[in-house]
């Protein structure tokens, strides 16, 4: 399962608002939906010992289906990229295991050159180490 953050500079409250919308933007791509590939709310963080409450927050996405199979890497990179292109300041990390991959406001040919390796290399060393 790949797993997607939406990094905020720090600022929780906008990184819950941006991973919604991406949410909202990803379920209702229509391109998205004829791929075999689901997205989810990633299970919230465990509560910390000593806590008085719990606020559960959406902070991380999970994609399941055939993210690495062609084309639907290229659908999902597309629909991540028409999700943020309203906001070049966004920075969408995609996460496999250890590996992961950075997609930063309006990607660059060698941007884009990362996410085809890193989607090619599951089984490999692909993808750059941020």
């Known amino acids: ?9 720090g600022d929780p409250l906008r990184q819950e608002r941006l991973t919604r919308e991406l949410y909202n933007a990803l379920a209702t791509d229509t391109v998205l939906a004829g791929t075999d590939i689901k997205v989810s709310s990633a299970p919230p963080a465990a509560v910390l010992p000593g806590s008085k409450g719990t606020v559960e927050t959406v ?10 199979a062609q084309p639907a890497a290229d659908v999902l990179t597309s629909a991540i990229e028409r999700w943020y292109s309203r906001d070049e300041r966004v920075v969408v990390r995609i996460k496999d295991g250890d590996r992961t991959a950075e997609i ?23 993808a750059s180490q941020p």
């Open 59 to 68: 902070i991380a996405l999970l994609v399941a289906g055939a993210p690495y």
């Open 104 to 126: 930063v406001g309006n990607p660059t040919d060698e941007q884009r050159e990362m996410l085809d390796k890193f989607w090619r290399g599951r089984g490999g060393d692909g």
């Open 1 to 9: 399962m790949v797993r997607l953050e939406v990094l905020a500079g």
